[in-house]
Each structure stands twice: as structure tokens, then as C-alpha cells.
């Protein structure tokens, strides 16, 4: 089992950026996917970007495209989801997650950080 916990979230303008952390433990990560999703009031989990951690393999949505850069430091076993030119619709809770392939799939997803709030004032 992996444990990831999450750090980073908080309140910014519209425009601004944060940078969200997933430190893991537990088992070696490296045959691991890292995921980033996240949850608005009143709807369903959205997958937001993923990496491999072995060779480093990135996919993100569209929605996000260009503006947020997931990436990862092995040493530190620990993602990060760079957000930038944030919008008032990136607010949201965001989780990061571990998976044993590379995917977008939420359900494929085993290991869950708890979640830290990212909220975009306008």
C-alpha cells in the first residue's frame, strides 16, 4: 500500500498560481502512475493530469492544458502539480492518487492522498 499526502492548496486571484505536493510512502514507487484529480461541490471527480514515474511520461487535460505542469522529483518521492494562470473553475478540492499503470482512469487508482482545498477568488 502507498500513503500520499498532499500539501499546498489554499486562496488566490484569479491569474495566480500554487503549487500542489504529493508526498508518497510505502512501497517503491517507481513501478507507479501518479495522478492528480479533483472534486467542485456538487460534482464528480476530474482527472486533471498523470505521470509515470519511471521515465517521467506526462498526459493532462484539455482543460488544463498549458496551464498546469505535472512533474516529480524521485529522490523526494514526492508529484507536483504546477497551477498557473488559475481561473475562478479550477476551485475545486484536489487530490493526488497512485496507480499501477499509466492511465486516466479514476477507478484505476488505488491509493487516495486526502485531499487539499484550491480555491480561485475572481
Known amino acids: 500500500q502507498v500513503q500520499l499526502v498532499e500539501s499546498g492548496g489554499g486562496l488566490v486571484q484569479a491569474g495566480g498560481s500554487l503549487r500542489l505536493s504529493c508526498a508518497a510512502s510505502?512501497?517503491?514507487?517507481?513501478?507507479?502512475?501518479m495522478g492528480w484529480f479533483r472534486q467542485a461541490p456538487g460534482k464528480e471527480r476530474e482527472f486533471v493530469a498523470v505521470?509515470?514515474?519511471?521515465?517521467?511520461?506526462?498526459y493532462v487535460a484539455d482543460s488544463v492544458k498549458g496551464r498546469f505542469t505535472i512533474s516529480r522529483d524521485s529522490a523526494k518521492n514526492t508529484g507536483y502539480l504546477q497551477m498557473n494562470s488559475l481561473k475562478p473553475e479550477d476551485t475545486a478540492v484536489y487530490y493526488c492518487a497512485a496507480a499501477l499503470r499509466f492511465t486516466v482512469i479514476v477507478g484505476a487508482f488505488d491509493s487516495w492522498g486526502q485531499g487539499t482545498q484550491v480555491t480561485v477568488s475572481s
Open positions: 510505502g512501497r517503491t514507487f517507481s513501478s507507479y502512475a
Open positions: 505521470i509515470r514515474w519511471s521515465g517521467g511520461d506526462t
